[in-house]
DNA sequence: CCCAACATTCAGTCAATACTGAACCTACGG
DNA sequence: CCGTAGGTTCAGTATTGACTGAATGTTGGG
């Protein structure tokens, strides 16, 4: 606790950070805590320190902690004779958190599956649009995987390597 | 006007599609719009057809109409000779949709970069995370094309052809 | 075993916002 | 030039849901 205030534009960005997420549909707070966990310093701050620095109630912090870290966007962690809580935005997370995108597609790809469903004894012509949109999500989907993998892989080849042939 | 009904199961799909675009940034009734124009027959609704279908009032079904146009998830046509307007999601624009995902992740890339502008006077060490992030950002910015064309190439090429080479 | 510190839960409050509906605008038809 | 049908706008309302804060667990120290 008591560590510096945020500067002008660093509150700036956790609140633009917050719009951000809250456009996507997580909570404003969840995208401020996010924001500020990956500017911060320490790297690492327990519930006291984010109220703080928030300026949000306790009950927010709890809520929220735990919808970024479901999300795997933030790390939890604890320490031996320590009865606190710390949390984090470490570099490895992000790789996790953009495996989950994932998740967004094939939640779309199983609406369409109900509604198809509910399209059973309609004539095939009929099914053509929503059959199409499936196919869209069911490809996105199938297809993350292999995005991450050769991110992971750019990365590990050093800033320098490119590869971005055709 | 006074087409048939939805059946229970259409009304649910048209409900869960409102609801899954509710938890992305979108109102419910864009989702149930959009829902209905992926299922309903003719493929072809006016405003009239569809505040019948969804019942929604006449500012609702403006408002929303435009929101997905905006988005391109849905098309806007005028007959001569025929003053009322007709919404259709046909499959073409499933396309268009799919790229506009890259917007998405250059809005974030976009937010990540200012937050480093306001870490400007910070120790690299300190920038590391938001840096790696960003750069999670523009990659999977940048390759968001590649993969609607991968996409595209496999429809145009049958739906047996795979080429899932690694 | 009790105390203190930290975390969680949840009912209540308040602000954000999705939707309604009436007034307004526009364009074609007679 | 008026009438009508379709479309848009916007102020008001109702609903949702994010956040607060006090009560309730839980864990380690004395």
Same mark, same amino acid.
């Given at each position: 606790?008591?560590?510096?205030?945020?500067?002008?534009?660093?509150?700036?960005?956790?609140?633009?950070?917050?719009?951000?997420?809250?456009?996507?549909?997580?909570?404003?707070?969840?995208?401020?805590?996010?924001?500020?966990?990956?500017?911060?310093?320490?790297?690492?701050?327990?519930?006291?320190?984010?109220?703080?620095?928030?300026?949000?109630?306790?009950?927010?912090?709890?809520?929220?902690?735990?919808?970024?870290?479901?999300?795997?966007?933030?790390?939890?962690? =604890?320490?031996?004779?320590?009865?606190?809580?710390?949390?984090?935005?470490?570099?490895?997370?992000?790789?996790?958190?953009?495996?989950?995108?994932?998740?967004?597609?094939?939640?779309?790809?199983?609406?369409?599956?109900?509604?198809?469903?509910?399209?059973?004894?309609?004539?095939?012509?009929?099914?053509?649009?929503?059959?199409?949109?499936?196919?869209?999500?069911?490809?996105?989907?199938?297809?993350?995987?292999?995005?991450?993998?050769?991110?992971?892989?750019?990365?590990?080849?050093?800033?320098?390597? =490119?590869?971005?042939?055709?």
């Amino acid at each position: 606790m008591l560590a510096r205030m945020m500067t002008v534009r660093e509150s700036a960005f956790v609140e633009e950070m917050g719009q951000a997420l809250a456009a996507y549909g997580m909570t404003p707070m969840a995208g401020r805590m996010w924001g500020w966990l990956l500017i911060c310093d320490p790297v690492e701050q327990t519930a006291g320190d984010l109220a703080d620095a928030l300026q949000a109630s306790r009950g927010a912090i709890s809520g929220t902690a735990r919808m970024l870290a479901t999300a795997g966007m933030i790390r939890r962690t =604890k320490r031996g004779g320590d009865r606190r809580e710390y949390f984090s935005a470490p570099p490895e997370v992000f790789d996790q958190f953009l495996a989950n995108a994932g998740r967004i597609y094939r939640h779309f790809r199983e609406v369409t599956e109900r509604g198809l469903a509910a399209m059973a004894d309609r004539p095939p012509a009929d099914r053509a649009r929503l059959q199409e949109l499936h196919d869209v999500f069911a490809f996105v989907e199938q297809e993350v995987p292999a995005v991450v993998d050769r991110f992971l892989r750019e990365r590990a080849g050093g800033a320098g390597r =490119k590869d971005r042939s055709a």
